[in-house]
């Protein structure tokens, strides 16, 4: 059985850091795409970040550039999600997915295996 497991989130001031992991099993994901999602409440799940299945190529939405960092540790099976300068707007659950392909896709409906998610949650 293929699970994600997100963790890392929690309760932060506007300006802190966060990071968040995601542990891959049942699979090998190292050959896989991975990337994570957002979604606040009221809104539609969002693409935050990309990441190719060798770590080399990455690709962020311009609400978080410059900000976040998506990087992997493909021996590990983990993703991380680095996040610096947050704004109360990151507020929301993120979640990490993989579209169980080489596919590089910033696309939610690409993804078949999603986590849980984790709560981000951002005061002023």
């Known amino acids: 059985q293929v699970q994600l497991v997100e963790s890392g989130g929690g309760l932060v001031q506007a300006g802190g850091s966060l990071r968040l992991s995601c542990a891959a099993s049942?699979?090998?994901?190292?050959?896989?795409?991975m990337g994570w999602f957002r979604q606040a409440p009221g809104k539609e799940r969002e693409f935050v970040a990309v990441i190719s299945w060798g770590g080399g190529r990455t690709y962020y939405a311009d609400s978080v550039k410059g900000r976040f960092t998506i990087s992997r540790d493909s021996a590990n099976n983990t993703v991380y999600l680095q996040m610096n300068s947050l704004k109360p707007e990151d507020t929301a659950v993120y979640y990490c997915a993989s579209p169980g392909t080489m596919y590089y896709t910033t696309h939610a409906h690409d993804y078949t295996y999603w986590g849980q998610g984790t709560q981000v949650t951002v005061s002023s």
């Open positions: 049942g699979r090998t994901f190292s050959n896989y795409v």
